[in-house]
T-cell receptor, first 107, second 114 residues
Framework: KNEVEQSPQNLTAQEGEFITINCSYSVGISALHWLQQHPGGGIVSLFMLSSGKKKHGRLIATINIQEKHSSLHITASHPRDSAVYICAVMGNNDMRFGAGTRLTVKP | DTGVSQDPRHKITKRGQNVTFRCDPISEHNRLYWYRQTLGQGPEFLTYFQNEAQLEKSRLLSDRFSAERPKGSFSTLEIQRTEQGDSAMYLC????????????FGSGTRLTVV
């Protein structure tokens, strides 16, 4: 079993839909990151969480430390949100990554 | 200094050749990380440096791989005698300290071994 599990692996949505991507982890962490990776490979850090909830524009990230679970929500999804979203947890010295969720938003 | 720079962006090499990649982190960041990402997978940790000291190496990093950060600034990752299985995206990231500090990723070097 991977230390970081994401679901779903692939997600197709219509423009405007509310999107949820889930992440569960099995190790102790100091922080959790949600990352966005576009087809060219570049990775952008969207959020870094150690507790509670953060919001940035149409993106919302939550984390439940007791349940070792985090969710990334996208409201009013848009085709430009199409990308791979990766959950990564920060342990003592490095990050462990989920396999990513490939999101496609259709117009 | 606007981010983490990696060079080259793309590298095609013949099997058996040696390749070297460079990463320039954000200047005030003391930690530098190397990751490898194969198609359809999340990145995998390879190694990290705190300043010039290499503090941890993944078992994924075979004897053919070596990384350096000679002056605690830029880092190089060398792969000797490349194999087709080395084809991947090699990502570099840097951070200041540990714990809940932000990471900044480079754009990666895509290696294709033919």
């Amino acid at each position: 079993k991977n230390e970081v599990e994401q679901s779903p692996q692939n997600l197709t949505a219509q423009e405007g839909e509310f999107i949820t991507i889930n992440c569960s982890y099995s190790v102790g962490i100091s922080a959790l990151h949600w990352l966005q990776q576009h087809p060219g490979g570049g990775i952008v850090s969207l959020f870094m969480l150690s507790s509670g909830k953060k919001k940035h524009g149409r993106l919302i990230a939550t984390i439940n430390i007791q349940e070792k679970h985090s969710s990334l929500h996208i409201t009013a999804s848009h085709p430009r949100d199409s990308a791979v979203y990766i959950c990564a947890v920060m342990g003592n010295n490095d990050m462990r990554f989920g396999a990513g969720t490939r999101l496609t938003v259709k117009p | 200094d606007t981010g983490v720079s990696q060079d080259p962006r793309h590298k095609i090499t013949k099997r058996g050749q040696n390749v070297t990649f460079r990463c320039d982190p954000i200047s005030e960041h003391n930690r530098l990380y190397w990751y490898r990402q194969t198609l359809g997978q999340g990145p995998e940790f390879l190694t990290y440096f705190q300043n010039e000291a290499q503090l941890e190496k993944s078992r994924l990093l075979s004897d053919r791989f070596s990384a350096e950060r000679p002056k605690g600034s830029f880092s190089t990752l060398e792969i000797q005698r490349t194999e087709q299985g080395d084809s991947a995206m090699y990502l570099c990231a840097s951070s200041l300290g540990t714990g809940p500090y932000g990471y900044t990723f480079g754009s990666g070097t895509r290696l294709t071994v033919v």
